[in-house]
């Protein structure tokens, strides 16, 4: 048995219509390999689990476990380990104990102009480390195109505004204060 093979297998035993970021939108949870490695006698794979709804997160873990232990349970002395270790969660859950976050990000968006976007975001974020840190953060304007591409990037008109945003955000909390 070769363990490179049997990580394609996994590979594609995953739904590609379903369950993956590419054929999923809004609130829908994914499961997105992200890195295999191996040789012949060892392989790994790295997924990214997200959904919106934390609970939601041990069910998609569950499930491609149980993925991956069918797919292993085919090939004779094969073994597989599997191991999660948390990344990013739903940030909603500390910024609802915190609504000052959201509104005074609000404010200052709104003194400069911007129009307020609120929209769920599928990846992580370092807000959403801080904020399960102890340090509330909410996702802010930095003017990023084409995020996360070959293609991104940002203008320095967008960076300015992001300043002025956040100098406003300063001055709102400043003000609470």
Sequence with gaps: MNALKIAGEVLAALPTQEWAPEATSGRDGFVHPVQVNGIAEKATIDFIIRDFDTAQLAVHEARLEALAKAVVAKHTGATYTFEV???????????????????????AYERCGLTVVKEPIRGGTDGSRLSFMGLPCANLFTG???????????????????????IQLVQVWEEQA
């Excluded at 070959?150 to 320095?156: R, Y």
């Design 85 to 107: 270790h948390e990344q990013y969660r739903n940030m909603k859950e500390i910024l609802d104990q915190h609504p000052q976050v959201v509104a005074n990000a609000i404010t």
């Design 144 to 166: 990023m195109q084409g995020i996360h591409s070959k293609q991104e990037w940002v203008g320095v008109k967008d960076m300015e505004l992001a300043v002025t945003m956040l």
